[in-house]
């Protein structure tokens, strides 16, 4: 078959060396020698500096574990003038407030993944993702500011609203009863739903994009509607990637300090109602690192390490969602 | 990407760029400079030279700013900076030797006095000023707290304006029934450590959770980042109170409560009554001083100190010079600039110790 001649191959049919460009005898070999080289150590340097970071927190961060115990992580109270430094309040929050971002982006996203493929007319699909993507763009610190500046005060009465009604209703008091605050845990899932929307858009996207479209033709073949081919064609096979896309979100969503710090509250308290004030653990480091000394501040480090624990004990339970679903998409268990 | 497209984002790169740098050059200078004289006891600043870095405690930012500007008139050839951050940030940054000088509100601990490298430190009182009780609370404009129903307003025990508690503290005042929504500092501050350690002083029974940069607030609390976030918070509810530092305070609008001092007068926050906590504050030997709790008929009991520290051995004997030539500079021409920076300057006795201690420091 020819190539097209727009194509800058090399005519290969009348080319007399074909491997013209390609190294020969023992430069080859030091080329590839050199390369894996330089990739070896890339690798370790990245290992040796996380280890490091390790190493570094935790021998910062011993004082306050040997002060605290095992109360380190099962204690609610968080008082430095009195030496007691419990991180319960702070690992809920943190869950608590990505929680409800997972909750409110992972719908929101894969939406608008499948709306931008299925819906959109070609012609307006690149203005439609940049929109998207620009959300990305937008630095935490500024969704941090228009949260506590704007989004906070306005979203309290409608919050309160809810409560006076929703909040009365058995089994659903627990969780929007009580006290609406504008800095509570569910403006900082909010915020942080805004942040992961167009991570886990952009992934989805892409990987939905790579459902062949052999699939898709064979499903309307059989007569199906859109939705059921979107349930039955175009998920299944890329449940793998948007688990993964979203775990990243979730990612960010775990550690974002900022803009979280800036509309959560700064209220250390356990409580299932969502619309009182909360902490998470890198709000409470980001505002107290600065005044902080002595055992206060290796408590601080300490449980940067703690977040660093959990962020990848949910990097591993990803990893093994994604694997189980990419088997079962491809047939194998 | 068409050729069109990527010069229009070039172009809109570069605006943003331009955009950075003129913001960043067009610094705003503070406009609270006074025009410098040789100094006030006949110092020679013009022989000094180098550059004095510094950082701390942002509750003497201000003032810092102001007698850097009156210092540059004096001495051309002398840079100060100085960068803020918190007192514990001045503190680690001193003892690492990253500035020359820091500000902090707070004493050093004994735990990190080993991790100052360059030896023994030595405090300098510049200015104090007081922290307001600001309050919002429709209808009424003066009320008087006793410190014991100040514990218990922050403490979460005290829930109403008309308790018991206040209603004794305001006789013929008419107070209303709004529940009391206390501000606090969400981000840890020296303004807090001063505030909670004069209830710890002073409130006895009805404040039990301590002193420190940051304390176990109850949860009806409302926390808010920075003096001027406590302030806004405490403008836009009704029914709200919390502790402000006074330039703050003053240029938010917002109305403060008297305190009861000592003496038993229920005193307004002002420079005046700042000045009259430090004239008969307890003051220990290497200078640093009590003015919180102060015994004096006008004195207002939460007037906060703050200090320069600088070690006492300057092995450098340049920076040493300009050391010595800031620090006079701040306890002489420098403490005019207190009174229109919303700062209280030092008594005249207090300024002289400090003047004295200067020359305790080793140069070269």
Redesign the interface.
């Known amino acids: 078959m020819t190539p097209p001649s727009d194509l800058q191959v090399s005519d290969r049919t009348t080319d007399p060396d074909p491997t013209r460009g390609l190294t020969r005898g023992g430069r080859a070999g030091r080329g590839d020698s050199v390369f894996r080289g330089v990739a070896l150590v890339a690798g370790l340097v990245v290992l040796a500096v996380l280890a490091l970071i390790v190493w570094a927190m935790f021998d910062k961060g011993r004082d306050a574990i040997r002060v605290s115990g095992i109360t380190f992580v099962t204690g609610d109270v968080w008082d430095p003038p009195n030496n007691t430094y419990g991180a319960l309040a702070f690992i809920y929050g943190t869950l608590l407030s990505s929680l409800i971002a997972l909750i409110l982006a992972v719908p929101v996203s894969i939406g608008i993944a499948l709306f931008t493929i299925e819906s959109v007319p070609r012609r307006l699909r690149r203005p439609v993702v940049s929109v998207i993507d620009l959300l990305a763009a937008v630095p935490s610190v500024v969704y941090g500011l228009w949260g506590i500046l704007v989004f906070a005060p306005a979203i309290q009465g409608f919050y309160q609203d809810i409560a006076d009604t929703v909040g009365t209703w058995p089994g659903f008091s627990a969780v929007f009863g009580g006290n609406a605050s504008g800095t509570s845990f569910m403006t900082a899932g909010i915020i942080l739903a805004l942040m992961m929307t167009p991570i886990v858009t952009s992934i989805s996207r892409e990987v939905i994009t790579t459902v062949p479209s052999a699939q898709r033709e064979a499903a309307y073949g059989m007569g199906a509607t859109r939705w059921e081919v979107i349930r039955h064609a175009v998920l299944p096979w890329s449940r793998g990637g948007i688990v993964g896309g979203v775990m990243l979100g979730l990612g960010r969503a775990l550690g974002e300090t900022i803009a979280v710090a800036l509309v959560i509250g700064s209220t250390a308290q356990i409580t299932s109602h969502v619309f009182l004030p909360g902490y998470s653990i890198a709000a409470v480091i980001a505002n107290e690192f600065g005044e902080s000394s002595g055992t206060h501040q290796s408590a601080l480090i300490a449980m940067g390490l703690l977040l660093f624990a959990i962020t990848i004990v949910v990097n591993i339970a990803a990893r093994s969602l994604v694997t189980r679903f990419d088997r079962r998409a491809q047939g194998v268990t | 990407m068409s050729l069109t497209r990527r010069a229009t984002m070039l172009a809109a790169g570069l605006f943003a760029v331009f955009a950075l740098a003129a913001t960043a050059c067009g610094s705003s200078s503070n406009n609270n400079s006074t025009t410098g004289t040789t100094g006030g006891s006949g110092f020679d600043y013009s022989s000094l030279s180098g550059t004095l870095n510094g950082s701390g405690s942002t509750f003497q930012k201000d003032f810092n700013e102001a007698a850097i500007q009156g210092f540059s008139d004096v001495a051309q050839n002398v840079t100060v900076n100085y960068a803020g951050?918190?007192?514990?940030?001045g503190?680690?940054d001193l003892a690492n030797e990253v500035v020359q000088w820091a500000g902090t509100d707070s004493t050093i601990?004994s735990?990190?006095l080993s991790t100052f490298k360059g030896g023994t430190v030595l405090y300098f009182p510049t200015v104090a000023a007081p922290i307001t009780v600001s309050f919002n609370l429709s209808g009424v404009s003066k009320i008087q707290l006793s410190a014991s129903t100040l514990g218990g307003i922050f403490s979460g025990k005290i829930t109403k304006w008309n308790d018991s508690a206040i209603a004794a503290d305001n006789p013929g005042v008419s107070l209303p029934s709004t529940a009391i929504t206390v501000v606090h500092r969400?981000?840890?501050?020296?303004t807090t450590?001063q505030f909670?350690h004069y209830l710890t002083l002073a409130a006895g029974s009805s404040w039990a959770?301590?002193?420190?940069?940051?304390?176990?607030?109850p949860?009806s609390?409302?926390?808010?980042?920075g003096n001027p976030g406590v302030a806004q918070a405490v403008k836009?509810t009704d029914g709200a109170i919390g502790y402000v530092d006074y330039s703050t305070a003053v240029a938010s609008k917002l109305t403060f409560a008297s305190i009861k001092n000592k003496s038993g007068s229920y005193v307004a926050p002002s420079l005046d009554a700042a000045s009259a906590a430090l004239e008969t504050a307890q003051v220990n030997a290497n200078l640093t001083y009590l003015a919180l709790d102060a015994s004096g008929a006008d004195a207002y009991p939460i007037t906060a100190a703050t200090y320069v520290i600088v070690y006492q051995n300057q092995s450098d004997a340049t920076i040493g010079k300009a050391l010595q030539g800031w620090l006079h500079y701040l306890l002489t021409d420098g403490q005019a600039l207190a009174n229109p920076n919303n700062y209280a300057k030092l008594p005249a006795s207090l300024d002289q110790k400090a003047l004295a201690q200067i020359d305790t420091m080793k140069i070269g």
């Open positions: 951050g918190g007192s514990g940030k503190k680690t601990k735990d990190q969400s981000d840890g501050s020296g450590n909670t959770l301590g002193t420190g940069d940051t304390v176990n607030w949860t609390t409302k926390a808010a980042n836009a």
